[in-house]
């Protein structure tokens, strides 16, 4: 993947995979574009790298839907279980499954683009675009950090096993075992990320003046043209979507 595609494509393809899935806001064609997307990563090699970062972000997440929607839906009207001011309901448990299934479509298509791209075609790429450097910036750092969250997370949970911490029990276990290992490992990613970030700046990248690039990347004409169809077909669903949601009789 990372020789055929030119780094704006794949970049291209994955905003706009996220862009078509919130547009689309059926949690059936989520579950296909997650699937393809899983298929996608195992095939480029880095399922093991792409799955487990995105449990660290989708986990949490997920839970936090399945609580406010799940058991204080205000819309719910059919009520399955209740406990006091709690109550879960069919509409409830819905909404929270289209919403966890959207965001992890979205979630795996942006981290299967970051762990297959090449940083350093990206850069060059943007570069020659003559994006403010900035954002240019921001957005290697950010790609730099993200191939090592599956690592240091194995890494934290391997330290706090060897101090005597649980991993494997049931739920409440479990959930309590995510919530101490997602402080070190946030905290641990800002620090890096200040550290990649000074290293950057004193180097002159965050500097404004003219840069010159020494990295060609191959631009086909045909992946130029697929950029423009993605973007046409994103832009194409979120006006069909807007239309559909219109208020009926109201003017536009």
């Known amino acids: 993947m990372r020789a055929r595609l030119h780094p704006l494509t794949a970049l291209t393809g994955a905003a706009c995979t ?18 393809a997307v899983a298929v996608l990563a195992a095939r480029a090699g880095v399922a093991r790298q792409v799955l487990p970062a995105a449990a660290v972000i989708l986990a949490p997440l997920c839970v936090s ?28 448990l819905r909404f929270a499954l289209e919403l966890a299934t959207r965001t992890a479509a979205c979630v795996l298509a942006l981290l299967l ?32 950090l993200l191939p090592a969250i599956a690592g240091r997370l194995v890494r934290i949970r391997q330290a706090q096993e060897a101090r005597g ?28 990320a200040g550290s990649r970030a000074q290293a950057l ?23 130029r043209w697929f950029r423009a169809a993605a973007l046409l077909a994103a832009a194409g669903a979120v006006v069909i979507r807007l239309a559909l949601s219109w208020p009926p009789g109201v003017q536009p």
Do not use: C, N
Not at 77 to 88: E, F, I, K
Not at 171 to 187: D, T, Y
């Open 165 to 192: 911490l649980v991993l494997r029990g049931g739920l409440l276990s479990r959930l309590g075992a995510v919530r101490l290992q997602m402080v070190p490992l946030v905290l641990g990613l800002i620090e890096d």
């Open 18 to 35: 996220a862009v078509v899935t919130t547009a689309a806001a059926s949690w059936v064609f989520s579950v296909a574009v997650t699937l």
């Open 113 to 144: 683009f970051s762990f297959t791209v090449s940083v350093p075609d990206l850069v060059s790429a943007l570069a020659e675009r003559k994006l403010p450097p900035q954002f240019v910036f921001v957005l290697a750092s950010t790609l730099a």
């Open 201 to 223: 700046d004193a180097r002159g990248f965050g500097g404004g003046a003219p840069r010159t690039s020494y990295r060609e990347v191959p631009d086909p004409p045909a992946q």
């Open 65 to 92: 839907l399945l609580v406010l929607h799940g058991l204080f839906f205000p819309e719910g009207q059919t009520a399955l279980a209740s406990w006091g001011p709690a109550r879960v309901t069919a509409e409830g």
